[in-house]
């Protein structure tokens, strides 16, 4: 997989090895009440079409009113899952998480694609969503995987 570089317009990509099974790992991707706590509140079931909601803060300078709308579009269990991420209006995008066994745990992969990189407010949406993930969120799944 080639390196996260700030060239990459169009995407967020990152990965991060986390010393848990990736059964506990898919566990913390798939369970709605898992997910809220390192993520957002949800209503997510791990079914392909499903379609559900993530529900945060708005953000104003981006125009984002608090709500992603969301669809289940791959599924393979301990692998691989694929969601559609869109905020209704500007964002049509695509978050990917795949596991990858790594020793004694797992290593986690996120694509958050589709950005437009001629857009100035996805981009700025880009740069804020890419400080989230790595700064907040991949920290948080870890800290919840290690109460399970």
């Known amino acids: 997989m080639p390196e996260h570089t700030m060239q990459d317009q169009r995407a967020i990509r990152m990965d991060q090895f986390l010393a ?13 009440e898992l997910v809220a706590r390192w993520l957002m509140p949800n209503d997510f079931k791990p079914e392909v ?33 694929k969601i559609s991420w869109t905020d209704g209006k500007n964002a049509d995008w695509t978050v990917t998480w795949r596991l990858e066994p790594e020793g004694k745990g797992t290593r986690l992969f ?17 740069k804020i969503m890419d400080a989230g993930w790595r700064s907040s969120h991949f920290a948080a799944i870890a800290e919840v995987l290690d109460t399970l």
């Open 20 to 32: 848990h099974p990736p059964a506990k790992v898919w566990r913390a991707l798939t369970e709605p």
């Open 49 to 81: 079409g499903h379609r559900f909601t993530f529900t945060t803060k708005p953000v104003k300078q981006t125009g984002f009113e608090g709500v992603v709308y969301c669809q289940v579009l791959e599924l393979e269990p301990e692998k691989r899952l």
């Open 110 to 126: 996120l694509d958050h694609e589709g950005f437009d990189p001629d857009d100035a407010m996805q981009q700025l949406a880009r």
